[in-house]
């Protein structure tokens, strides 16, 4: 799948060996060296994905990306030489689709690149969707991708729809993380399960009336997490 890449890295050598990588793999590629490039590209070209360096000078990769989430649903894949787990799970509380420690091989960084595109296609409406299903408060529109609380639309990340898409197919089973990290990221050597908890707390903050007593979005303790099928404000 050929698509448009955005690449933010302050780094001209590191930025120029990505690109060159991805143009072998197809894909149309810009490059840009600081974080308000990266939103002024972002925001003219529309790529499909933007690979942001998190440490970069003006504005940082995590402030890029919590601005364009405001504004797009970009994939985002961030590269960070922090392994702090809170470092790393803060990238994805603020909408980064993926994450990459440094240092990684170019190779990873493509095969990433083509898994999050893959992921993303998949996701995109088709004729053949079910269309929109009713779980209490929540409506799950799988054609129009989209999520609505008592009629009012809320903003999901792919990795948040991923998670209510898979659960309302079957309200009231209980999943455990690794299947939906599965659904939404899948099995790889950086993903961890904590993943999934930030998505859910942060699909709390949406989709109930109070995320401290959840109705809608329910945990099982010691298994994982159920969309209740009956569930009323």
């Not at 809170?86 to 603020?94: C, N, R, T, Y």
């Not at 269309?131 to 809320?154: A, N």
């Not at 299947?179 to 904590?194: K, M, P, Y």
Request: with cysteine; aromatic share 2%; net charge neutral.
């Amino acid at each position: 799948m050929c698509a448009m890449v955005l690449v933010a890295d302050d780094d001209p050598r590191h930025a120029e060996g990505i690109r060159r990588y991805l143009v072998a793999a197809g894909h149309e590629t810009i490059v840009v060296h600081d974080g308000r490039a990266a939103l002024d590209a972002a925001r003219r070209d529309r790529p499909d994905l933007l690979i942001l360096d998190v440490m970069m000078p003006g504005l940082d990769g995590l402030q890029v990306c919590r601005t364009l989430r405001q504004e797009s649903d970009v994939l985002v894949l961030m590269l960070t030489a922090r392994s702090a787990e809170s470092d790393l799970l803060l990238g994805l509380e603020i909408g980064a689709d993926d994450y990459l420690t440094k240092p990684f091989s170019p190779r990873e960084l493509v095969a990433r690149t083509r898994t999050l595109l893959r992921r993303a296609s998949r996701g995109a409406p088709e004729p053949t969707a079910r269309g929109i299903r009713q779980i209490g408060r929540l409506s799950i529109d799988s054609v129009g991708h989209h999520v609505t609380v008592d009629g009012e639309r809320i903003e999901c990340t792919r990795g948040e729809f991923a998670i209510l898409a898979a659960m309302s197919e079957q309200p009231g089973r209980v999943f455990t993380r690794a299947q939906l990290l599965h659904h939404t990221r899948g099995i790889d050597r950086s993903s961890t399960e904590r993943t999934i908890d930030v998505h859910v707390m942060n699909l709390r903050r949406k989709i109930e009336a109070d995320p401290r007593r959840p109705e809608q979005l329910l945990t099982v303790h010691g298994v994982g997490y159920k969309l209740a099928p009956g569930a009323t404000p």
